[in-house]
Each structure stands twice: as structure tokens, then as C-alpha cells.
């Protein structure tokens, strides 16, 4: 009985981690798109200087 519990919390806690992986609100997610949206900023307001 307690190696069929272990397996499902096992199951639940791999369940879990996958889910946060994919869900793009996450922390681990955000910080990478805060970083290239600023780069992404950075180098728009270098060629909008460069063009003008």
C-alpha cells in the first residue's frame, strides 16, 4: 500500500513540474522574457536613432 502511495505522489509531483515547464506565467519563464523584451527595446531605440 505505501509503495502504490509513493508511486502516485511521485506521478502527481512529475505531473506538477511538466505543467509549470509549459505554463509561460511562470517564474522560471518570465525572467528569460524580461530579459530579451529589454533587449528587444534596446535594439528597436538604437535603429529608430540610426533611421532618424
Not at 528569460?32 to 538604437?46: E, H, K, R, S, V
Amino acid at each position: 500500500m505505501r509503495r502504490r502511495a509513493r508511486a502516485i505522489a511521485r506521478a502527481i509531483d512529475v505531473a506538477e513540474f511538466q505543467r509549470d515547464q509549459a505554463d509561460p506565467w511562470s517564474g522560471s519563464s518570465l525572467v528569460p522574457m524580461l530579459i530579451i523584451g529589454l533587449a528587444l527595446t534596446f535594439a528597436g531605440m538604437i535603429a529608430a536613432l540610426a533611421l532618424s
